[in-house]
């Protein structure tokens, strides 16, 4: 079993990579958040390795984070997820954001990933919602953040206005801007502002 592999980027093509270690070449798929960190070809990487094994194939899937490493072995332990949606999953959303929106059960954020429908969105949030240990929920310096009561507030009003047929991104800038300006936190004063915004 792989579980790391440190060596030079020798090919880079998006979602794969070939690491040179000691010449051997190994071939790894990556997420798109990997794809960018790891650098140009020539370059010393490190990353954190699943070794998927089926009938046919042996697969490595690497990482640059010990984050995404975990939620690409929680996704893939729901049902119907294989490695290859998985993959789908961190490449269209921000690991923190994926994990937040998991244990926020934020559906309408969910269905925005490519490849990920409804009932998919519903059975990440059972499955997975206790299963992401607070920690996962990290800031980009990779510090542990605490869900705040603004963040509550914010997914109630999201969900209230995907309820009410509003876009998910013009939701969500108008929840930006009237959470900025309006000191209050109460959600029926909150959502009033917000559907004037939309309303401009």
């Keep these: 079993m792989i579980a790391y592999i440190s060596g030079t980027l020798l090919d880079k093509q998006v ?14 798929h990556v997420p798109l958040s990997t794809f960018y960190q790891v650098g140009e070809p020539g370059a010393r990487v490190e ?7 089926r009938e046919d194939a042996l697969q490595l899937f690497g990482f640059s984070t010990a984050l995404e490493l975990l939620l690409f072995q929680r996704l893939i332990n729901v049902n119907g997820i294989g490695p290859k949606l998985a993959l789908a999953v961190l490449s269209g959303i921000e690991p923190p954001d994926l994990a937040r929106a998991i244990r926020g059960g ?4 969910l269905t925005t990933i490519p490849g990920v429908g409804k009932k998919t969105a519903e059975r990440l949030v059972i499955e997975l919602r206790d299963r992401l240990p ?9 510090t542990p953040v605490a869900a705040t009561e603004g963040d509550d ?12 047929g509003y876009q998910r991104a013009a939701s969500e800038k108008a929840v930006e801007r009237v959470m900025t300006r309006e000191s209050s936190r109460q959600f029926e004063v909150l959502l009033r502002d917000v559907l004037k915004e939309l309303a401009r």
């Design 134 to 142: 607070p920690s996962a929920v990290t800031d980009v310096a990779g």
């Design 47 to 53: 990353l954190r390795v699943h070794t998927h094994v």
């Design 153 to 164: 507030v914010r997914n109630d009003l999201l969900s209230a206005l995907g309820n009410l």
């Design 106 to 109: 934020d559906i309408g954020r």
């Design 15 to 28: 979602q794969r990579l070939i690491v040179n270690v000691s010449g051997v070449g190994y071939e790894l």
